[in-house]
């Protein structure tokens, strides 16, 4: 079972969706056109004049990584799609870039001071990483409300508690105290590893802080890094792996990591961004929220299987759920690319300039139509011809720009080809 196709008339209104057999009638007979590749679109030839139209709900499951959409229609699931970002590459690059202002202000070149104090965030900002999640799914949902009839948006608004995650006994006041209430924090990690060395178990001598996991390699001081050894044990450490260093003693490394609290970045992010999505989506369209608890037993209830695009289905209020797919469109954020103009090898030295964008009007990743090759990927050329490479095949043939049409144009996604059907390519 594949993804209904949405299908809009001459004056690019939205009509219901169709299932794919009917699509292939359509194209087949000439009475409809390929509008756009991803999500899978086709056009009518002919306006439509008032239409019998039965509206959909656009669900949404919000997660750190991945975020599941799912429309309903009737209590039918006719569509999915799994959107995969890319927060931790922009703080990857972030960081990179920081990295190298500080080397430029450290040689000896005349450069500006760094500012301080000078500059003030806006109420309610958020860090790249997790702006870019409130973004993204904000760009998916107007781009939906362009192909299909949609009344509602349904989204999860969960709320993890991360300290109950971390203490499940806690209660009351408790929350207000942290674990290290009353406690120095030398005389905490003393209590939490029974007064002896955390690698060889000594009692009764002078113990050190330790870093579980090094500072030299990225790790911090919050108290779940950190333990108790001795001096001799913490001279052997070093700064190696804590995986390096006990790679002998596989009991021990597995009671330490037990033992430590592991961060929750994951769910910090989706508290951080719960509210500011809901504001920006309310700005869309009406919007209807439920919990995390309830997506739980309405999948649970149902007996579905647990992935993202099936539990948005399962957000809300909801009595039963058909499954008229069972292959969502997986999307993966890529972004537009860099601003270099020209890039280098591991030495910083330049080894290819790139040409200016974009191309005669092209990109390369443009999804184009050729009259005799059907449907394929563009690779435009500054002289000469231009790339084409079919759907489906290896290697790239030549073509000219007057004899190729866009039907996708590059957009900073990724998608999964095995979603769509092979009789499309070439319609």
């Known amino acids: 079972m594949q993804n209904y196709v949405f299908v809009i008339d001459t004056k690019n209104q939205p009509l219901n969706p169709i299932s794919p057999k009917k699509a292939r009638r359509l194209l087949d007979k000439g ?15 002919t306006a439509i004049d008032n239409p019998t139209i039965s509206p959909c709900q656009i669900k949404i499951d919000p997660g750190s990584k991945v975020t599941g959409f799912a429309l309903v229609q009737n209590n039918q699931v006719i569509w999915g799609m799994e959107l995969e970002h890319r927060g ?19 040689r000896n070149t005349r450069y500006r001071k760094p500012r301080f104090l000078n ?46 995650m971390q203490n ?41 802080i330790e870093h579980i996991h090094p500072k030299s390699l990225g790790g911090s001081n919050r108290v779940s890094n950190l333990c108790l050894a001795c001096e001799k044990c913490n001279q052997r450490k070093g700064n190696k792996p804590i995986e390096e260093f006990l790679k002998k003693k596989p009991n021990l490394l597995q009671k330490i990591k037990t033992k430590t609290k592991q961060p929750l970045p994951d769910a910090a992010a989706v508290n951080t961004t719960r509210n500011k999505l809901v504001k920006v989506l309310r700005s869309i369209k009406f919007v209807v929220t439920g919990t995390g608890a309830q997506t739980k037993y ?8 647990k992935q993202h695009w099936i539990d948005a289905a399962c957000v809300g209020n909801i009595e039963t759920l058909v499954l008229k797919t069972s292959q969502p ?8 690319g860099g601003r270099q103009k020209a890039a280098l090898n591991k030495y910083g030295y330049p080894i290819r300039h790139n040409p200016l964008k974009p191309i005669k009007g092209w990109l390369t990743g443009d999804i184009a139509k050729h009259q005799k090759l059907g449907i394929g990927k563009v690779t435009p050329r500054s002289k000469g011809s231009f790339g084409f490479t079919p759907l489906g095949m290896k290697g790239y043939k030549s073509c000219f720009p007057q004899d190729i049409s866009a039907i996708h144009r590059k957009d900073g996604y990724t998608y999964s080809f095995c979603q769509h059907m092979p009789e499309f390519t070439g319609k």
């Open 31 to 45: 009475k409809a056109a390929v509008f756009r590749m991803y999500p899978f679109t086709i056009i009518l030839k």
């Open 88 to 106: 931790g590459l922009i703080k990857k690059k972030l960081e990179s870039r920081k990295a190298v202002r500080h080397r430029r202000r450290n």
């Open 119 to 164: 500059r003030r965030r806006k109420e309610g900002w958020l860090a790249p990483s997790l702006e870019h999640r409130v973004l993204t799914i904000e760009t998916w949902v107007k781009r939906l409300i362009k192909f299909c009839p949609i009344n509602q948006v349904w989204v999860e608004r969960v709320k993890f508690d991360t300290q109950k």
């Open 168 to 208: 499940p006994e806690i209660n009351g006041v408790e929350y207000q105290q942290g674990e290290l209430a009353g406690y120095e924090v030398k005389e905490y990690l003393l209590e939490k590893w029974g007064r002896e060395c955390t690698y060889c178990g000594k009692q009764s001598v002078p113990l050190q």
């Open 298 to 305: 309405n999948r649970t209830r149902l007996g579905l299987p």
């Open 329 to 336: 469109l997986l999307v993966t954020c890529k972004g537009q």
